[in-house]
């Protein structure tokens, strides 16, 4: 049973306070609406928005039959407790839609050229020389090709990393509200009022969970930042404790397929 809320402002006006957004539509509820509250992840929906989920978020169909009294965040500055699973930088590979195109695209791109190079370079110093070293080469580029493609996938079946260097640390700090991104001995600062919303996707891959992650900065010259990890079923609840830490007032979508 899904138990919604119609929101008045004598009854929420506390609630009505937080400017809590839609995680699906990215529009302010305010008074009138119908919500939903997930019971995993606290957040709310329009009633439209949950059926359109399937009425299923973080994994589970509970809601909560009462609208949750709203916390005082950030009060107590927390330690930095960083996500148990680690990113990295970029889109996944496998990734369906236009960003798993663009980066096949890409690939292509790149070992298209890389032969056309190889061509012009044939013609240059000799047939005979030329068609033994183009064979070596392309041998060479469907190899790294191969590595490439075969680490994406054993990345995202097993959770592992084949370079730790390229490893992603990401936790919340209280103290500086604001996103703290760690990649060896080098942090990163992203402070939510610089920060004008996040999306992310979580997608079932046997065996695994992929995540997703896109920081969209407010100044338009600052590029959009991704990232994607591989989880599995019980570092969920991890990540829906991760959204219920963000500011209220911070957009937050999740992008379905």
Known sequence: MTNTHRLEKELHSEFLKQGRIDPITGEQIEEGHTIVICAACKSAFFIESWEYLGEIHCNQAETLTDIPKPKKLFLEAKPL????????????????????TLEMLKLMIYTSSSLLGLGIFTVLIGYFISVILAGLVCFGLVILIATKMNDKQEEAKYGISSNPKKDIYIAIDSRNQSLQIKQNKKRQSLPFKKTRQIEYSLVYMQPNYILTLEITPISMREKKIKYHT????DEIIKWSEFLEELPYNLKVLQITN
């Open 230 to 233: 591989s989880i599995n079923n």
């Open 81 to 100: 407790e960083y996500l148990p699973f680690l990113f990295r930088k970029g889109v996944y590979f496998a990734k369906t839609g236009s960003d798993g």
